[in-house]
């Protein structure tokens, strides 16, 4: 006859806020980790509260569930993610889930179904320094989001230039500027925080945390607190707070790749200029996807080609009046810039004295500017 094993009950939470919850952190979760202790998460709590926390070593994010009743003591064990995040997806919605401790084991419990799972000491779960109190900024969430999705296309991945594997966040003119570039191309937007922040702060965010921030912020007016110091960013919302290292370097001056001076502008409708990328790219270089734009009194004409020598072109109206231009681009750079513009029609600025073209917005309150780099076809 087999051993019973005393359990303690620590919770009961509803299905659908734990999936939620887990959902919200396990974007920082790697199964590949070499420390297991990483694939899990972190619950603690007391009373009401459920907290739920993921880390990569690099960076955090804790959320907050609300338990079915109180906790009769306060807890803190570890459970790999994956799989309970796996056992709540199977379960029914509205399922009563239980969580017991029992020894090194966890006991997940529903009204039909028992798992029993492993766990690690919760002391041992490894969790960012708590570093000097940074720069607090405050800032409308929705407009973190969207000038985050508006330029973190132009991040580096995995360049041996490592200050360039981020987003750079710096303080001008009261202005809080998201700038990332790889080289190739550039994507700079600009906002004003809620209240007035002091010039002269800046910072690079790890791509992780930057792509991590583009999923879990909302497109709400909500006011979150973005804290910066000189190894660390924290951003607390009312539904998660994240905290990351920041990567030690110089950013590059990255306004000398804008042009100064603009000689000839082209105005293109830029779903227009959509629709004929999407065309010619089929027949584009697979590997540089490079197309060739001809602007020429009041017409663009985009050709691509292989190695096989098929060649596409598709030829659209512009509003361009300057001597004839042929410049050469990745077409995905072109396409990234296009996804991000929510006017009708698209600015190329061409300058003399600078290799890169500035694309833009077609309306005077515009505060993006977009480089791409031309390419040798």
Sequence with gaps: MSKVEVSTCLFQVARDELLHALKQVSGVVEQSQVMQILSFVLLTGSDSRLSVLASNSEVEVVTEAKLFSPSPTPFAITVSCKKLMDICRALPDGALVELHQSSQWIMVKTLDSQFKLATLPGDSFPRLPQQEQGVKIKLVESALKENIEK???????????????????????????????????????????????????????????????????????????????????????????????????????????????????????????????????????????????????????????????????????????GAQRTVAFNINYVLDVLSVIETDDVLFHFSEQVQGVLLEADKESGTGAYVVMPLTL
Excluded at 222 to 238: H, N, W
Excluded at 255 to 266: E, G, M, N, R, Y
Aim: proline share 4%; charged share 25%.
């Design 151 to 321: 330029t973190c296309f132009s991040m580096a991945c995995q360049d041996a230039r490592f200050f360039l594997n981020g987003l750079f966040l710096s303080v001008e003119e009261g202005m809080l500027n998201c700038v990332a570039t790889d080289g190739h191309r550039l994507s700079w937007e600009k906002f004003l925080p809620l209240e007035p922040v002091e010039d002269g702060l800046t910072a690079i965010v790890p791509r992780k945390t930057v792509l991590e921030l583009a999923k879990l912020l909302r497109p709400n007016e909500e006011a979150l607190d973005l804290i910066v110091g000189d190894q660390f960013i924290e951003v607390s919302t009312g539904h998660f707070k994240l905290r990351s290292n920041l990567i030690e370097g110089q950013y590059p001056k990255y306004k000398k790749l804008i042009p100064s001076s603009v000689s000839d502008t082209a105005s293109v409708d830029a779903k227009v200029l959509k629709q004929s990328l999407d065309r010619v790219a089929i027949l584009a270089n697979e590997k540089f996807k490079g197309a060739r734009f001809t602007f020429d009194n009041g017409a663009l004409s985009i050709v691509s080609s292989n190695f096989d020598q098929e060649e596409a072109v598709s030829s659209m109206p512009v509003g361009y009046s």
